[in-house]
T-cell receptor
């Protein structure tokens, strides 16, 4: 089944304890991205990657890191989590087509709910 | 980069047609307009995408005027299961077009019996 898999789905941690949220897709998609969702703020893009070894900042990158060493994986790293990073996180992937059409058809993971105490 | 504005919430009744409008005054020439549906505790799901004029699929229709500064998602004959948050997205993640995407705040649609 074509899907985006995130782990963990739920995590409670403490301030300053490094954590990684993994994201993996099995669709050979070039484009991958991370979002956080907070009440009243909708979905905000954290980082995105157009292909292996190509990453760039989204709207709210502060406090996060990412890497794209393989096409299928795009982990989100919180080096020193703080309470304001408590949120629901989504990973998404898409074909990054070179022609017209299908530009923003994203497949999302189920989400990872993170609480930082 | 285009910023989008949507109504925060809408109410409807079963069997009615629902139209949700998204404003995107600064849309770029290469940007596409895409709509997503999100149920509680799930990731957003693609509904429909368009560039200009009208697009229709088995789920919805998308109307885009000539100036492309707004778009309207039309859901025909909604049911209780259409209760969800609907997001408008403007951007273009094709190669060499950038990959930054900005979602709207979402419209919470509540369908009542």
């Amino acid at each position: 089944e074509a899907q985006v898999t995130q782990n963990p789905r739920y995590l409670i941690t403490v301030t300053g304890k490094k954590l990684t949220v993994t994201c993996s897709q099995n669709m050979n998609h070039e484009y991958m991205s991370w979002y956080r969702q907070d009440p009243g703020l909708g979905l905000r893009q954290i980082y995105y990657s157009m292909n292996v070894e190509v990453t760039d900042k989204g709207d709210v990158p502060e406090g996060y890191k990412v890497s794209r060493k393989e096409k299928r994986n795009f982990p989100l790293i919180l080096e020193s989590p703080s309470p304001n990073q408590t949120s629901l996180y989504f990973c998404a992937s898409s074909l990054s087509l070179r022609g017209s059409g299908g530009a923003n058809v994203l497949t999302f993971g189920a989400g990872s709910r993170l609480t930082v105490l | 980069l285009a910023k989008t504005t949507q109504p925060i919430s809408m109410d409807s009744y079963e069997g009615q047609e629902v139209n949700i409008t998204c404003s995107h005054n600064n849309i770029a020439t290469n940007d596409y307009i895409t709509w997503y549906q999100q149920f509680p505790s799930q990731g957003p799901r693609f509904i429909i995408q368009g560039y200009k004029t009208k697009v229709t699929n088995e789920v919805a229709s998308l109307f885009i005027p000539a100036d492309r500064k707004s778009s309207t998602l039309s859901l025909p004959r909604v049911s209780l299961s259409d209760t969800a948050v609907y997001y408008c997205l403007v951007g273009d993640i094709r190669q060499n077009q950038g990959g930054k995407l900005i979602f709207g705040q979402g419209t919470e649609l509540s369908v009542k019996p």
